[in-house]
C-alpha cells in the first residue's frame, strides 16, 4: 500500500510570485508540486515551458516536480523536461504515435514515467503498458482550466483502475486531478486514489497549513 501524497497544482498560484507561493505550500505540508504544461493545442490554454520548471528546481531544489504533459507532440518536450529537473512527467496517450516508447524515454532520462486518463478515454489505452509506468493520472475535469467541479462518474473509473493495478503492477502509484477539496478527498481515496493534487482547494485558501491539516484529516494522516 502506498503512502497518500498530496500535491499542489501551481496552474492555480499567484504567478507574479510562484516561488514563494510554491515555498508556502511545501511550508504548510504538500509532499510535491504539480506543473500542467498546455501547449493551447492538445488543450485550448497556454501555460508553463521548461523554464519554468527550471526555475523551480533552482529555487526548491529538494522538492519533487510532477510534470502533466497536456501537449501534443511530445518527445522533445519529455527531453526539455527531463533536462530542467523535473522527477516524473507525465502524458496523455493520445498525444503519442508510440505510448511505449515514450515511456521508456522518460525512465531512460532518470525520471518516473506516468500516463494521464481523461474522463472519457478507454481503460484500453494501459494494455501492455504496466511494466513501464510508475504512475496513471486520472483526470477528474476535462483538462484545460484550473477551478472546474469534479466529474463523480470518474470515482467508478479510479475504481476500475485500483483493480486492475491490483491485477498488473500494484506499485504503479494513482493520482487524481480536479475538482477535488476537503469534502470529497476522502471518497475519493476510497475508490483507490493514492495521491491528491489540488490547485484551487488550495492556493484559493486563506490558510495554507489550516487547509492542508484539514485535508490530512480526512484521509486519517
Not at 475519493?188 to 491528491?196: C, E, Q, S, W
Amino acid at each position: 500500500m502506498h503512502d497518500l501524497i498530496i500535491s499542489a497544482s501551481i496552474l492555480s498560484a499567484d504567478m507574479g510570485c510562484l516561488a514563494k507561493e510554491s515555498a508556502a505550500v511545501l511550508q504548510a505540508g504538500v509532499n510535491s508540486l504539480h506543473i500542467d504544461v498546455m501547449d493551447n493545442h492538445f488543450v485550448p490554454n497556454l501555460t508553463f515551458g521548461p523554464l519554468v520548471c527550471s526555475a523551480l528546481r533552482k529555487h526548491l531544489p529538494m522538492t519533487f516536480l510532477d510534470v502533466h504533459l497536456m501537449v501534443n507532440p511530445v518527445d522533445h518536450l519529455i527531453n526539455a523536461f527531463a533536462a530542467a529537473g523535473a522527477n516524473q512527467i507525465i502524458f496523455h496517450p493520445e498525444a503519442s504515435t508510440n505510448v511505449v516508447k515514450n515511456l521508456k524515454q522518460i525512465r531512460r532520462l532518470g525520471c518516473n514515467a506516468g500516463l494521464a486518463i481523461n474522463p472519457q478515454t478507454s481503460l484500453n489505452c494501459l494494455d501492455d503498458k504496466w511494466e513501464n509506468l510508475d504512475s496513471i493520472l486520472m483526470m477528474s475535469v476535462n483538462p484545460g482550466f484550473a477551478e472546474q467541479h469534479f466529474i463523480p462518474e470518474v470515482l467508478n473509473k479510479i475504481s476500475s483502475v485500483k483493480q486492475l493495478l491490483s491485477t498488473h503492477n500494484p506499485t504503479i502509484r494513482l493520482s487524481v486531478d480536479g475538482g477535488i477539496k476537503k469534502n470529497n478527498i476522502a471518497e475519493i481515496a476510497k475508490a483507490g486514489a493514492d495521491t491528491f493534487i489540488l490547485g484551487s482547494g488550495i492556493f484559493n485558501t486563506e490558510d495554507y497549513t489550516i487547509t492542508l491539516t484539514e485535508l490530512r484529516s480526512e484521509l486519517n494522516l
